[in-house]
């Protein structure tokens, strides 16, 4: 009786320990309203060693053993065909993801934002020129809210079909459930991260830091005249309707900088793996090396142009211009002449490539302006040739 009782004891503690390991996610599309996602393959993996999978059923949940994926060394990586990979940081239990399909145009940008439990209720909001989309305003010029979600975890979802270039854009996120509290401490703890898709590829990746910090907008980045992504990453302290959040965006007031403890060093590891797997030819692990030194070190100029040389060896042409962008704002020292003009020249190509000689002429002509080469010279003759 004895031996019953101890076989009996061990397997409720076997069960329990598997039920304490259970970790589960949700996923679903960040353009079609509620739409789960049915077989993305959910990975949990750990400093890159341990990992643990599985897919997700017709109401897009997956439940994996997986205690380590509260681990911040954790990230949850999620696949599924005719969408862009996502990959974040961890914890994640009990959390909702919403994948990217992928996109086409060489200008656009999909900016999806999720949260957890409470608040109920954020907001996503892009400001341009004279337009402001958010939910009471959805369809923009060439800019879309696709998806609004009032009752927790998100997604929401703004797409920008096309960049209208020379224009501005920033985007913020409200606090809408605490619209009248601008001390809240919520938005902070939300769990929000704003994820940004360009082409096939997720670009970057925000993290609202959980410290307590008082404030209910966070405004997070702007593309400049020229297609640069640039970081603000702020949290402000308002009490205004929705409609007039976008005067606060261009200039934030009250405005907290977050400290997101960037490491340098470990960029520049990340960005030296990366470099490996490029020599090597083995162009996908190089992106996901550099995108990773990216993460750590948002100005770290060079991963942006070893991640551009990556990203055009996999044809990925949206990608690398926005890469090459990136490198030309941060360009500095001895080499900054030449950094730019590779940029622009490889801008160009790109755009000469798809017919776009307008474009590739304009930037051709940048390259020039930064150093002289008879490459450059021969390129703008040619696109003045086509026009």
Known sequence: MKKIALTVALLIALISSISAQQRSVQVLSATIKDKRIEGAEVIFQKNGEQSVSGRTDASGNVTVNAGFADDPGTSVIIKKEGYSTLVAKCPCDKLTYAISPVMENL???????????????????????SKHIFYNHKL??????????????????????QRNNGEEYVYAIHDFSDRDNPNTTRLSYSQAKVFVYIGQSLVRTYYLPANGQAGNLW????????????????????NCTSEDVNRIMFNPHDAVTISNNYNTSTAESLNANGEAAYHSRNYESAVSYYTAAIQEDPAYGQAYGNLGLAYKKMGRNAEAIWANRKAIALASGPTANTVKAGSYYNIGRIYEERGKYADALRQYQLAKAAKENPVYDTAISRMRGKR
């Open 140 to 161: 923009g010029s060439n800019a879309d809210l696709d998806v609004d979600d009032t009752d927790s975890y998100g997604p929401e979802t703004i797409t920008i079909g």
């Open 219 to 238: 405004t997070v980045f702007k593309i400049n005249g020229n297609g640069e992504m640039q970081d603000i990453n702020t949290i402000s302290r308002v």
């Open 107 to 129: 200008d656009g940008m999909r900016i999806v934002l999720s949260w957890g439990a409470t608040p109920s209720d954020l907001d996503a909001h892009l400001a341009y020129g």
